[in-house]
């Protein structure tokens, strides 16, 4: 089989698992179970990426919250319909890959969503996991070579003394390798993140 019939037959293959993995689509539920991110978005007028869409879900969600500027980029056709039968018109959605869309993209969003995205990524490089969502954003930008203090998002999420995210100051982050061997330490230079897609991350300030 040629590489694009193969990559048809596994997208179908995909598209067939990711109905069978997923509840039938409510409009109530499905902002019910949005309607925790608004306390980490900013106001309505922000502009939102959802990367790995799927078939609206979350896009769907956002637009009853009020946002206008959304783009929603997933590989599967058939998923993008759905999406596009759930939103209507006024919302850009782009069939591609995720890493070659990133790669040509100039425009900056406020918010990009990533949910269940990282498991489809090839293991060409390092992967980063940990147990507590706000230190893995925060070691993620860290490696990428991003300030924290400069990602509204990270910043407060150290300063949520009521929800106890994290209990600790992002020093007491210990980075470790799958030995649990000491990594790098949070102070300690990193290299310069490069990424093979020509996609570079610029260096934030605060």
């Known amino acids: 089989m040629a590489s ?18 997923n509840r039938p689509f409510s409009p109530r539920q499905t902002i019910k179970a949005s309607r925790h991110l608004l306390r ?11 990367l790995g ?16 500027r959304l783009v929603g980029v997933d590989a599967c056709p058939g998923l993008l319909t759905a999406a596009r039968e759930k939103l209507g018109d006024g919302i850009e959605l782009v069939k ?38 706000l230190v893995v954003d925060a070691v993620a930008a860290r490696f990428m070579g991003f300030l924290r203090q400069a990602i509204p998002q990270i910043a407060r999420g150290f300063e ?35 990424s093979t897609t020509g996609w570079r991350a610029r260096l934030e300030k605060p």
Request: glycine share 8%; hydrophobic share 40%.
């Open 4 to 21: 694009s019939e193969v990559e048809e037959s596994l997208l179908a293959a995909y598209e067939r698992t990711y109905a069978r993995g």
């Open 40 to 50: 980490y978005l900013p106001g309505s007028g922000a502009s939102i990426l959802d």
């Open 53 to 68: 869409c799927g078939d609206g879900r979350l896009l769907y969600s956002l637009k009853s919250f009020g946002y206008k």
């Open 96 to 133: 591609a890959d995720i890493i070659c869309y990133l790669a040509r993209q100039e425009e900056r969003f406020d918010v990009i969503f990533l949910f269940d995205i990282v498991e489809h990524f090839p293991l060409d490089g390092a992967v980063l996991a940990g147990t507590n969502p």
């Open 160 to 194: 949520f003394s009521e929800l106890a995210i994290f209990r600790g100051k992002p020093e007491d982050i210990e980075i470790v390798d799958e030995a649990c061997e000491p990594l790098v330490s949070w102070s300690s230079g990193l290299k310069p993140f490069r």
